[in-house]
């Protein structure tokens, strides 16, 4: 027989997160026997607990399991009340899947937090056999002896804090950003997928976008620290500082769903959104005006907002800056910032090289997000305008992120798209670079925990894209997905478009070897490199390949202008 009621997962969140701007607790639990427990009782419980009026909703259905979640959040409350801890902020919410409810609230000791979880998870079991009132002392009295445990140890750091957030340019942003700092004169320390920086020296190698990465982060002692905030630390452990000076969300869309209880684009924005929470009451929210999800994250953001967008008119830019915010764009070709009537230039377009002379959409936007946020800092607009000019895509300090080459007569781009968007900004690049007559040669690859859509669609559009697709295994990052249905599910994204036939290479290397040697001279050769990244960046260095400048990169945008123009 199915429990009545089972912990699906208990979460002690250690920092600020999706349910509340402090550290707090998740339990989520199944509630089987609450989807089919007769009405009288479900009706009879509620009014017992403190909830008079409840519609029940018939057995099975959604409404029963709204109401479900409604009668553990006042059983969460009332075992607090029982405790003496008096009224216990709580949220509630149905699961990620049907059968399974949510309850959230803030801790003060782990381990007294830790207890009335277990009490409710207990209480909710007993409430459909037991006496309400008797089930509610005896679990205040079990959490009452409860040993406390320790606090919380999030940091609320004394010095400027630039969080960054979002799907895609991420790590390519917070690099700008320390840059920029670096460039003011002042000591960074910054946090990333890549690992944990102070100024240009690595402390610690790997995926740090979360609470650890924080925490590394500042033990480093910096003027001013970048954390790159991602979803995963988020939802897993909560945000790594009590509040930031600066929040920046980049975008938001399709990537990592169906994981951690995160099954669509909006419940993804609503994680995201997070970073906007914590920002001091007197610092500035950084936010993409040209994303919907991510425009309107100003309404429950707690600081001050500051728009980027790539169009100087957008409507929401107007009505920031009546409203006393600010917003930054591009203006007749030179980056600029406003601030109620008045416009501030900083730099021609042209002259930030990681916008590839003004080409690449997505890069500009990332641009504009760190100035934005540099300037929000404090640091000076002179300041900001060097670190635009003087930061490049070289695989030193922005490895994997479009970075350019020639070899053999062809143009080479090293790209870690990775989902959707990213294929989307890395072919805009591949047709903007490709020299009028010649053909575009692409090589993809990604990981396994994205959904069929997902793989499909990155598929799509790289098809789309190319004149020769091929696809390159990333085994390291199948993630519990078989490699044969990865390939599959590329294939079918890819024969969508057009495109049947696709070759497949074993690795990122072989790709780029093979894709090279099938080129012809004056071509452009893309490569999705991810697990041997540095791999090719060492094969590419004993053939000589040139990495190719800010220089080299605009004579090329504007041998191309008569087939596309920059922004």
Do not use: C
Not at 69 to 83: C, D, H, M, N, S
Not at 387 to 416: A, I, M, S
């Amino acid at each position: 027989m199915a429990e009545a009621v089972r912990t699906a997962e208990l979460r002690v969140l250690e920092g600020p997160n999706l349910y509340f701007p402090r550290p707090a607790v998740k339990l989520m639990l199944e509630v089987g026997g609450w989807l089919r427990a007769s009405d009288d009782r479900v009706q009879e419980v509620a009014e017992q607990v403190g909830i008079p009026r409840l519609e029940p909703g018939t057995a099975g259905s959604d409404q029963r399991l709204r109401a479900t979640a409604r009668i553990a959040v006042q059983l969460t409350r009332r075992i607090a009340e029982a405790v003496g801890t008096g009224r216990l902020a709580v949220r509630g919410r149905p699961g990620p899947e049907f059968g399974h409810v949510v309850i959230a609230f803030p801790w003060r000791r782990r381990g007294a937090a830790e207890a009335l979880a277990e009490a409710v998870a207990t209480g909710m079991s007993a409430l459909l056999r037991r006496s309400p009132k008797r089930v509610i002392a005896e679990l205040g009295r079990t959490v009452a002896t409860a040993e406390p445990g320790p606090p919380p140890t999030v940091p609320d750091p004394d010095v400027p804090v630039i969080q960054v957030s979002g799907t895609n340019g991420k790590t390519t942003t917070t690099r700008l950003i320390a840059h920029i700092v670096m460039t003011a004169g002042k000591r960074v320390a910054f946090s990333s997928t890549d690992g944990v920086y102070r100024n240009d020296r690595m402390v610690k190698k790997g995926d740090y976008s979360g609470f650890a990465g924080a925490s590394t982060a500042l033990a480093q002692h910096p003027d001013v620290a970048v954390l790159e905030t991602a979803r995963g630390g988020i939802l897993l452990r909560g945000i790594g500082v009590a509040h930031n000076d600066v929040a920046v969300v980049t975008n938001v869309s399709a990537d990592h769903l169906h994981l951690h209880g995160i099954s669509t684009v909006d419940q993804l924005a609503e994680v995201k959104a997070t970073v906007t929470r914590i920002t001091r009451p007197d610092g500035w929210v950084v936010l993409n005006a040209d994303d919907p999800r991510v425009l309107a994250m100003r309404r429950t953001a707690s600081g001050r907002p500051w728009l980027f967008s790539l169009d100087p008119r957008h409507p929401a830019i107007r009505e920031t800056l009546g409203g006393g915010g600010r917003a930054i764009s591009v203006l007749d070709g030179t980056i600029a910032w406003m601030e109620d009537s008045s416009v501030h230039p900083l730099v021609e377009l042209d002259r930030v090289p990681v916008t590839l002379a003004g080409l690449s959409r997505m890069y500009t936007q990332n641009a504009l997000a760190a100035a934005a946020a540099a300037l929000a800092a404090g640091l000076s607009p002179r300041a900001v305008a060097k670190g635009l000019r003087t930061f490049v895509l070289d695989p030193q300090k922005n490895p994997g992120r479009t970075n350019l080459f020639r070899l053999d007569r062809r143009l080479l781009v090293l790209d870690y798209a990775h989902n959707e968007a990213g294929m989307d900004g890395l072919v805009e690049i591949l047709q903007g670079l490709r020299p009028p007559g010649r053909e575009i040669w692409l090589a993809i690859g990604t990981a396994g925990d994205r959904t069929d859509d997902i793989l499909q669609g990155f598929a799509v559009r790289a098809a789309l894209g190319s004149d020769h697709l091929a696809i390159a295994e990333l085994k390291k990052y199948l993630r519990g997905r078989p490699r044969e249905d990865v390939i599959a599910q590329l294939r079918q994204g890819a024969a969508r478009a057009g495109k049947h036939d696709v070759p497949v290479y074993v690795d990122e290397l072989r790709a780029l070897r093979g894709m090279l040697a099938a080129s012809s001279p004056g071509d452009v050769v893309g490569i999705t490199a991810l697990a041997q990244r540095a791999q090719a960046f060492r094969w590419l260095r004993t053939r000589d390949a040139k990495l190719l400048g800010p220089a080299d990169v605009r004579r090329l945008v504007r041998a191309s202008a008569g087939k596309r123009r920059p922004i």
